[in-house]
């Protein structure tokens, strides 16, 4: 009876081991998974310094959780979202992962590009992304790109262009309407346009959404729309007073170069200009609401579209995206890009940003304003936007152009 009964406990404990060790199985042991597969990365090397610690921490990865679970890191680049879907079109060896623009792996999926990203992360895995940023990745067929990083827009001044002129003040350009009117009195004291952008159809998507509309950027745009025309006056005023710069030039470049005083730029381009600029030149501020409008202000995303077919690459493809997130502050510090994964309650995406630039710690400052007063907007990343974006830019500055000359 006794021997029964040791017997019976002993069965009892090991029970409980094995209950124990399975509860957590799905994630303690994938760190410990061989895989044997090489996973090939392509991705759009816009020349951001996002792509600068890419290749180093691929490189680290391939000597680390790669080489305990046999999987090789290679990469190829491409100089645009243009040129990478190109060659994905007619590429007859599709790479393991695309890393790429929302805008782009949301056409990519528009146009039938097979993808496994919605088989290969486990629900641990997605746990540690924001949820709300997971959900521009997705439609009604699910998750078809994982955020890894994104950038937003901002408004950046030059401190020496707007020196002593009596028609500035810092606190009237938190608004659209502040900058409309600004540009205004500004070109009447100087005879100087004072503002431009990096993106006017970005400018349009947003100040559309912020009063409760989304824009995609389609070429028949709706121009009956109460919203699209309240966007496009903004805007079309300052033409008018001919205080809108209206050059092909990077906007960044232009408020750096002192061409121009005032333009709203995507963090992660201004960050390529910086070169040898002093920050203490330069104000930057949140991106500017609508007086009357919900507070909205645009992000950027790099996403990852996996696009491996064997089972085992897809699952190595997602741990190696899954560790590369985790080391997002070395991906992106410095960059104009933060992390994409959750935090905290109370906490913003900035507020454990590294980085020794004073420029990226400005952007972080900016964000976290941003983040407590108003919501980040964008819209799913549609692929209407990707197609047709540049072709309304193109429409919009040359009309832009006609309504100075007029």
Known sequence: MKKASTILFITMILSVISACGNMDLTESNSAHQRYNSDVSVWYVDDQSDLWNHFEDLAAEYNETNGKEQSVTITSRSFPDDQSLVHELMDASRPPSVVLCSGETAAYLDHIGIPHSTNECFQEWQLAH??????????????????????SPEILLINNQRVEGAESYATENLSTLEGINSTSFHFRNETGMPFFTAESFASVIRTTMAARGEDFHGKRDVDIASDNFKYAY???AQIAYYRALALSDEDASRMVLSGEVPCAIVCAESL????????ADSYTILPYPYLENG????????CSAMVTAKKMKEMYAAAEFLSWLCSNGNRLTADTGFFPAWAVSEGETHSSGISGSSQFYRSIG???????????SYYSGNPAEYYENWQ???????KRMSKLQNS
């Open 129 to 150: 992304f924001d949820q709300d940023f997971l959900s521009s990745g997705m439609n009604d067929s699910g998750l078809f790109y994982v955020p890894i990083a994104f």
């Open 233 to 235: 006056n903004v805007l």
């Open 271 to 278: 960050m390529k200009h910086i070169e040898n600029e002093s």
């Open 294 to 301: 919900e507070k909205v202000f645009g992000l950027h995303f």
């Open 365 to 375: 400052n900016a964000l976290t304003r941003m983040e407590q007063t108003g919501r």
């Open 391 to 397: 072709s309304f830019e193109q429409d919009y500055r």
